[in-house]
Antibody, heavy 119, light 107 residues
Framework: QVQLQESGPGLVKPSQTLSLTCTVS??????????WSWLRQPPGKGLEWIGY???????YYNPSLKSRVTLSVDTSKNQFSLKLNSVTVADTAVYYC???????????WGQGTLVTVSS | DIQMTQSPSSLSASVGDRVTITCRAG??????LNWYQQKPGKAPKLLIY???SLQSGVPSRFSGSGSGTDFTLTISSLQPEDFATYSC?????????FGQGTKVEIK
């Protein structure tokens, strides 16, 4: 049973860069068919998919955030990471990492981490 | 982007009630529709995938149907642990998109 765990600062100042890491346990991030995703959920609102990365390094970003997002993967640590630059208060949300495959759902999720953007 | 629209946005029901939630896609997504349950402070939990396939470990009172643009999640007999928010999500195309959620509350 694969498990995912987000980590990173819970408070980021406006205009700075939000950085989070997801650590995968119970399975290899290098399993060929999986894509590793980031999603977020602002307080009281619905879920938004940020993008995903394959262990090979290929990525797809949601066009709504593409100009500010970078995903990376470290197979040696079984981790993948999110960087979101030039944050504003609108980026305050619970951020989740999750696993998916082509045409399939998000079947494993991290517990989520709240990131607040505030000065 | 494919817009996903759920109705209703909230509902009140009693234990034992049959509950139906609908999800409409902005274009045909075949059967690439998934349903999640989310409780406060918790991550979403996958209930139904591919419109009608029950995820392992999910009680059989949950069922899904539909194809194309119109989909339904049904809870046949609402249990106390089912009070939560339910969201649909399409996995047909990128970017992946979600409905706004339906909150099921106790009457």
């Amino acid at each position: 049973q694969v498990q995912l765990q987000e980590s990173g600062p819970g408070l980021v100042k406006p205009s700075q860069t939000l950085s989070l890491t997801c650590t995968v346990s119970g399975g290899s991030i290098s399993s060929g068919s999986y894509y590793w995703s980031w999603l977020r959920q602002p307080p009281g609102k619905g879920l938004e998919w940020i993008g995903y990365i394959h262990y090979s390094g290929s990525t797809y970003y949601n066009p709504s955030l593409k100009s500010r997002v970078t995903l990376s993967v470290d197979t040696s640590k079984n981790q993948f990471s999110l960087k979101l630059n030039s944050v504003t208060v609108a980026d305050t949300a619970v951020y989740y990492c999750a696993r998916t495959e082509t045409l399939l759902p998000f079947d494993s999720w991290g517990q989520g981490t709240l990131v607040t953007v505030s000065s | 982007d494919i817009q996903m629209t759920q109705s209703p946005s909230s509902l009140s029901a009693s234990v034992g009630d049959r509950v139906t939630i609908t999800c409409r896609a902005g274009q045909s997504i075949s059967s690439y529709l998934n349903w999640y349950q989310q409780k406060p402070g918790k991550a979403p939990k996958l209930l139904i995938y591919a419109a009608s396939s029950l995820q392992s470990g999910v009680p059989s009172r949950f069922s899904g149907s539909g194809s194309g643009t119109d989909f339904t999640l049904t809870i046949s007999s609402l249990q106390p642990e089912d009070f939560a928010t339910y969201s649909c999500q399409q996995s047909y195309s990128l970017p992946r998109t979600f409905g706004q959620g339906t909150k099921v509350e106790i009457k």
